[in-house]
């Protein structure tokens, strides 16, 4: 793995649990039944880092033996919004976090051409005022995730709320975030080597889409 030093917005969740997930689903030889489950454990691990930041209030609770005023997550309900189809497989991960969170989509399709992205959909709930919670596995070129970022802005999501959950990343990926929206943070679990000449992650996971869904 690269170092991610260079790369101020970039968080790397350095944890054994994490890497032993992410080694099993790098496994070309992984079944599609463990795949699935272990994008959903990762992104349950990950989750915890990046919902570390919500606000929190106080409520008073009455306990068998007592009471406490004791912190509970307060403000609007965070939206999450996977870039389809990919994201999907990390997104009940942070569901299972955060079960009262609103859900949009951001469907993206890479032109094998141009190796940019096409966009296909966009259904998304209110964004303005909320945490919103970006997901897609791979950050390749970049291009899906500025232009899904182009898309939250456009809908009234303010950058400093918006915070995105990968789970591999190119360098060069990462600067092209960088370069366009330096203040929103990046969560992934490895910093990869680089792109190969067709604009896959290497070492990487390989399609994160097609071994999701069993059509590669």
Same mark, same amino acid.
């Given at each position: ?61 009455? #306990?068998?033996? /007592? ?23 990390? #997104? ?21 051409? #141009? ?40 809908? /009234? ?60």
């Amino acid at each position: 793995m690269t170092d991610s030093r260079p790369f101020p917005t970039l968080h790397v969740v350095d944890h054994p649990v994490v890497a032993d997930r992410l080694a099993r689903i790098r496994d070309a030889g992984t079944p599609l039944a463990d795949f699935r489950r272990l994008m959903h454990e990762i992104a349950l691990l990950i989750g915890y880092e990046i919902t570390r930041t919500l606000a929190t209030r106080r409520r008073r609770v009455t #306990t068998p033996v /007592g009471t406490i005023d004791a912190p509970v997550l307060s403000g609007p309900a965070p939206a999450i919004v996977p870039v389809l189809r990919a994201g999907l497989g990390m #997104t009940e991960g942070l569901r299972a976090l955060l079960p009262d969170a609103v859900e949009g989509h951001i469907g993206c399709r890479r032109d094998e051409a #141009t190796k940019q992205p096409r966009e296909y959909l966009v259904t998304l709930p209110p964004l303005a005022g909320r945490p919103v919670f970006l997901v897609d596995p791979m950050i390749a070129t970049g291009g899906t995730a500025v232009h899904a970022l182009d898309v939250l802005r456009r809908h /009234g999501a303010r950058l400093r709320d918006v915070r995105f959950m990968g789970l591999v990343a190119a360098p060069e990926g990462v600067r092209r975030i960088a370069r366009h929206y330096p203040d929103v943070p990046v969560w992934t679990a490895a910093l990869d080597e680089r792109l190969d000449d067709d604009a896959f992650i290497v070492p990487g996971i390989g399609d994160a889409g097609d071994r999701l869904f069993g059509t590669e």
